[in-house]
Every structure is written in C-alpha cells, then in structure tokens.
T-cell receptor, first 112, second 116 residues
C-alpha cells in the first residue's frame, strides 16, 4: 500500500459526460501528479500540483482540468468524454517535485 | 527531447533464472533522476528505485539489482533467482530536473513472465 488513495476504482460512463476523479496524497506529501495509462499511448504525464499551485503541465487535453485543494487532495475533471478517453488514470504523490513518486491504485475509466 | 527506451517488449523465463531488463534513456540535462516501477497484474504501480544522475554506484536490494552506466545512458535492472511473483510489467522512467517539474517520462514497459 503506497498510502495514496484514489476514488472511484472503476467508472463507466457515456460519451459526452463529465466525471471527477479524486486523489488523496500520502501524509506529508505536497506534490500531486496525474498520469494517464492507455494501450496506445502508454503512461503519459498530465499535470503536477505542488501545495495547491499548478507546477507543470503535460499533454493534457483542454477538456481535462485539475486542482489541488487546501487539504492537499486533488481532483481531475474530465468533460465531454470521448471513447478515446477510456484509460487507467493514476494519481501519484511526492514530498516535492523531483522526489520519489508513489502511485495510487488508479481509476479505470470506461467511456461507452 | 527526453526519451526512455525499453527495447524488450516481453521476456519469458523459468523460475530461478536470472533476468535483466534493459533501459536506455536520452536527455540533455546534467541533473536528472531515473526510476523503476513494477506493475503487477492487479494494476497498481509499485515504486522500486530512484537514482540521481550523480550517483553511478550500483544498487542491490535483495534479489533486485540495478546497473547505472552514464557512459551508455543505461539503467538496467536485474532480478536474480526469479520467482513467479515477479511476473509483471516493469517500467523505467526519467524525471526532468530543471524547475523540478516532477514529470516522469516512462518507457513502454517490459512484460516479464516467470514460469514455474
């Protein structure tokens, strides 16, 4: 158990819908990262928040947004969902940027 | 551009064999970090090791060992006396250092199957 929690574990929804994925980092970690894992793209970095502020952005679609709250938990919002958004979404946390990242169990999103 | 290449897509061994997973990286940074993660069939990503670019000492942890060679831009992972529980997908990753963006760039992964 990495200490990072993610909810929900599975999510099935329809095209055009909006979903929110939630992540709680390990105790003491200030950085939260989101990654997407798909068969064709592999593991791709989406975004990094440090202590509530956006630190870095990867190839995150404009339909996707994230935030980190004062209690350091983070949410990833995915809107206008398409079939191609079906993937495993991981949250990771670390003490700071560059430190070892510990991953949560992931949320498997299926868009029908 | 930064890149991580894991040329071995799949490896199959019999239990108790030693196996080495290759990782080659590209970066222009002088300071960077390298990682290995394990993804068992259950799907989670398990942290195995983090190594910074200034530390070229090999590391051993139980049956696991890592060989970092800056001259060949490689960070290979060896499992000694493999066990069925080692069956998983293994990812090598590179972290950008400048600005501490924290972004991990992953290789495509190597699927290791250990047969009894």
């Amino acid at each position: 158990d990495s200490g990072v929690t993610q909810t929900p574990k599975h999510l099935i929804t329809a095209t055009g819908q909006r979903v929110t994925l939630r992540c709680s980092p390990r105790s003491g970690d200030l950085s939260v990262y989101w990654y997407q894992q798909s068969l064709d793209q592999g593991l791709q970095f989406l975004i990094h928040y440090y202590n509530g502020e956006e630190r870095a952005k990867g190839n995150i679609l404009e339909r996707f947004s994230a935030q980190q709250f004062p209690d350091l938990h983070s949410e990833l919002n995915l809107s206008s969902l398409e079939l191609g958004d079906s993937a495993l979404y991981f949250c990771a946390s670390s003490l700071s940027g560059g430190a070892s990242q510990f991953f949560g169990p992931g949320t498997r999103l299926t868009v029908l | 551009a930064q890149k991580v290449t894991q040329a071995q897509t799949e490896i199959s061994v019999v239990e108790k064999e030693d196996v080495t997973l290759d990782c080659v990286y590209e970066t222009r940074d002088t300071t960077y970090y390298l990682f290995w993660y394990k993804q068992p069939p259950s799907g989670e990503l398990v942290f195995l090791i983090r190594r910074n670019s200034f530390d070229e000492q090999n590391e051993i942890s139980g049956r696991y060992s890592w060989n970092f060679q800056k001259s060949t831009s490689s960070f290979n992972f060896t499992i000694t006396a493999s066990q069925v529980v080692d069956s998983a997908v293994y990812f090598c990753a590179l972290s950008e250092s400048p600005g501490n963006t924290g972004k991990l760039i992953f290789g495509q992964g190597t699927t290791l199957q250990v047969k009894p």
